[in-house]
């Protein structure tokens, strides 16, 4: 399917952006991006959060990994956090829209 004939998969807009363009969706901006897949954002950020968490214990428990905080902060910082901050900024996004189309 040609990208000029597409529309945004979350609000409808003719004009899609293609950083925001994939195989099978596409999104006229960050804005409905994250309203479309928050919730699947927040699961996985959760999911790879406690996946990095344990495996960093049992590493430091094992003596393999050494026991200091660093890596460990550095690892949430660039791991989960980023996933539910957009998925925050996602269910914010979804909430404004509703109240102003109950507004209207």
Request: glycine share 8%; hydrophobic share 45%.
């Amino acid at each position: 399917m040609d990208s000029e004939n597409r529309k945004c998969s979350s609000c409808g807009a003719n004009k899609i952006s293609a950083y925001w363009t994939f195989q099978k969706s596409a999104y006229c901006s960050f804005r409905c991006y994250a309203k479309s897949n928050a919730r699947l954002l927040l699961f996985l950020s959760i999911f790879f959060g406690v996946l990095f968490v344990g495996s960093m214990t049992g590493l430091i428990l094992a003596g393999v990994a050494p026991a200091v905080h660093t890596p460990f902060i550095i690892g949430l910082i660039f791991g989960p956090i980023p996933g539910i901050v957009i998925s925050i900024l996602g269910f914010i996004y979804r909430k404004e829209e509703k109240n102003v189309n109950v507004s209207d």
